[in-house]
């Protein structure tokens, strides 16, 4: 049985979601099929490179949605949201016209 509390996940469904990074002001912002594997490899610092660098603080934001499409035009109006309060990251920023991020900042 695939139900959502917290441990497992909804058959067929996406959270979208916000990470407030740690050593920034900034969100990483993305969907995924398993919410509580993808937030365990964020926090391990295998999700992605900015939250590897940057570390989770913590989920800011979670939605269950219906459908893939739904899914991805939710984290676009996300990004575009949350882009206004710092600096953000997550597959939906390259669909954006101005750069979110500069490459420099991942020097360390």
Known sequence: MTIYDGQFYIMNK?????????KIKG???????KFIYRLWSHINGDG???????GVKRTV???VIDNLL???KKEHELVRKYSN????WGS?????NK?????KQFIL
């Open 99 to 103: 750069p979110l991020f500069n490459k």
């Open 27 to 33: 969100f990483y912002i993305g969907f995924s099929k």
């Open 61 to 63: 934001y979670k939605e």
């Open 70 to 72: 739904e899914a991805k």
């Open 14 to 22: 996406f959270t979208v979601y916000v990470l407030e990074l740690n």
């Open 85 to 88: 309060l710092g600096f953000c």
């Open 48 to 54: 992605s490179i900015v939250t590897k660098t940057y």
């Open 92 to 96: 939906g920023t390259s669909r954006l």
